[in-house]
Antibody
Framework: EVQLVESGGGLVQPGGSLRLSCSAS????????LHWVRQAPGKGLEYVSA????????YYADSVKERFTISRDNSKNTLYLQMNSLRPEDTAVYYC????????????????WGQGTRVTVSS | QSVLTQPPSVSGAPGQRVTISCTGS?????????VHWYLQLPGTAPKLLIY???NRPSGVPDRFSGSKSGTSASLAITGLQAEDEADYYC??????????FGGGTKLTVL
């Protein structure tokens, strides 16, 4: 079964840091670009960050640029999101998502979503 | 303000047909980028419903269909069922903002 399982969420004070992890199984991890998508309480979906198959290309939403770092370890089938200088507006459920097509394209769909991990930034 | 514009809510009676619109611009749909649709049941992760404008993943009923024309897209649901009550999101790529979502539409089955 193709699966993504996030971990690492929790309660953190403003200005603090967290590292999210996403463990993958059931597909050739190194063949697919991966993204982080978040959803604030009662709000819609928001792209956060993306990474290419080999980790050589990374992309960030303006709202998290220079605070968040995406990375992957293809030997461990794991995706990461290092989040620094956290703000209350970063409070959300963070989803790890897989692109549908192994052939790189900008407008690919997200065919597999993790269950999400909740991040709460509050004093 | 989302880059892709969806109505906040739509509703329909069981058995009816409803459509959800998703309006983009020349930097996303108009530039030729495909639209995808996701369904999110309360308290769960989103699930891919339609990809590449009008394709259904395995297991998605043919009651769901998608289309795209110019800078607009739409999702149609026929034979509405109580279990279709959920939030629906469109998504695409934008040449300026990269990966973008619509604000979401809440479907209520009356």
């Amino acid at each position: 079964e193709v699966q993504l399982v996030e971990s690492g969420g929790g309660l953190v004070q403003p200005g603090g840091s967290l590292r999210l992890s996403c463990s993958a199984s059931g597909f050739i991890f190194s063949s697919y670009a991966l993204h982080w998508v978040r959803q604030a309480p009662g709000k819609g979906l928001e792209y956060v960050s993306a990474i290419s198959t080999d980790g050589g290309s990374t992309y960030y939403a303006d709202s998290v640029k220079e605070r968040f770092t995406i990375s992957r370890d293809n030997s461990k089938n794991t995706l990461y999101l290092q989040m620094n200088s956290l703000r209350p507006e970063d409070t959300a459920v963070y989803y790890c998502v897989k692109e549908e097509d192994s052939n790189p394209r900008w407008d690919d769909a997200y065919d597999i979503w993790g269950q999400g991990t909740r991040v709460t930034v509050s004093s | 303000q989302s880059v892709l514009t969806q109505p906040p809510s739509v509703s329909g009676a069981p058995g009816q047909r409803v459509t959800i619109s998703c309006t983009g611009s020349n930097s996303n749909f108009g530039a030729g980028y495909d639209v995808h649709w996701y369904l999110q049941l309360p308290g769960t992760a989103p699930k891919l419903l339609i990809y590449d404008n009008n394709n259904r993943p395995s297991g998605v009923p043919d009651r769901f269909s998608g289309s795209k024309s110019g800078t607009s897209a739409s999702l149609a649901i026929t034979g509405l069922q109580a279990e279709d009550e959920a939030d629906y999101y469109c998504q695409s790529y934008d040449s300026s903002l990269r990966w973008v979502f619509g604000g979401g539409t809440k479907l209520t089955v009356l």
